[in-house]
């Protein structure tokens, strides 16, 4: 039995028109787009769930903010605000807007990352592995081993597997390792939490190595919650002192704010340390890379919805109603006997593909071939979390094999109802009716040289 709904802690004001295609018109249209969803028009998908990234619906308080934002190029008002509001949560001297987290990332992992060294993360998400390649290092993931099986219902499966960073760090030795990134929530390995202790683990072992910690912090808020909810220790501790218990540990974080801040655009880098000789180089490579230290590539107005959104998005029943819709969905699928990486984690519910379609090789990629299926029944447009998505080796140039085939449900904050989650779990199941009927999975008839998934061209083997 599906469990109940939490209800919406909101209520509609303004709507947005959507149009269904008929079936035949979506298989042409995916066909067109050469088997990639990132080719679709938006107008030609009834539900879209590529990303809970900046698809967020803003309150009418960050509306509001919009119209007050100061658009000053030096020191605005609204620059100020957010200064303020980053201060209060995450306990840190050194704010810095950016326009997204890759730019984050851009300023700052060439602070700490040269050609030949190495970054060790809990899982890197795509575009933070692309700027540790683009630095000239590589990348080293380390999970725990229990996220690589989505069958088993654990808490903080998002954890970082302590025993092998160390083993990591004194196999490479620790001079040659520029960077620890804890990913909060774990995104590549379906949202899945951090716990509080972990954190203080890996803080640990990068203070006895002298290593920095960096939080890779799009989800830091549905991360704390989770702690709240599965961590008794904190079950009476505000999210707000959740969150800055977190962010003691370490030296810094890059975030995403499209993510927890629930807006359509925004980032920010936070140095913890005010003597941090990091900074003065943060400011440097933000004024060449994204605009001037006090807007950092965002209008004054996006600032302005940032700093009301940071405080939006720690509201305790919010984020019960924004995990809760997670459980629902997660919930119907286990009713059809669907599987799934679970828990189910924070921002999307990560269907295992493999186990839908245990025929298809991970080189025929399974997870996209359940993104085309998704399209083709339901006009759902998602993403490939698995090999099509991980690439190639960057050193041999061959086809990697993702631990996983998740294919991504995303969901986006405040934007989609029960019956538009009911519209999900309904396509599933009708896809795991035929699913052995799909025999062979795609190839990749042209990709670019890094972050393929967003431009390459497929088609179906016959
Ligand atoms: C989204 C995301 C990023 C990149 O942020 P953008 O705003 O898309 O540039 C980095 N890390 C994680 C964990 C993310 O989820």
Known sequence: MAIKYVPEPFRIKVVEPLRVLTREEREKKIAEARYNVFS?????????????????????NQWSGIMSGDESYAGATSYFKLLEAGKDIFNYSYIQPVH???????VLLPLFLKKGQYAISNMFFDTTRAHVL?????????????????AKRAPFKGNMDVAKLESLIKQYGPENIGLVVMTITNNSAGGQPVS??????????CKK???PLDIDAARYAENAYFIKRDDPEYKNTSIKDIIREIFSYADMFTMSAKKDTIVNMGGMIGIKDA???????????????????????????????????????????????RIGQMEYLASRLDDAGIAYQSPVGGHGVFVDAQALFPHIPYNEFPAQTLVVELYKEAGIRCCDIGSYMLGNDPDTGKQLKADFEFTRLAIPRRVYTQAHLDVIADALIEIKKYAGSIKHGYRITWEPPILRHFQAQLEPIK
């Open 40 to 60: 679709l028009h938006a107008e030609d998908c009834y539900i879209d769930l590529l990303t809970d990234s900046g698809t967020n619906a803003m309150s009418q």
């Open 196 to 205: 509080m202790k972990n954190m203080r683990e890996t803080a640990a072992v």
């Open 209 to 211: 190595y002298s290593i």
């Open 100 to 106: 997204q987290g890759r730019a984050a990332e851009k």
């Open 134 to 150: 683009l630095c000239g290092a590589r990348p080293l993931d380390c999970v725990v081993e229990e996220a690589k099986n989505p």
């Open 275 to 321: 003597n941090n000789p990091v900074i003065i180089n943060v400011k440097g490579n933000c004024i060449n890379y994204e605009g001037f230290i006090s807007y950092g590539g965002l209008a004054g107005r996006d600032l302005e919805a940032l700093a009301i959104g940071l405080y939006e998005g720690l509201d305790e029943y919010y984020l019960r109603y």
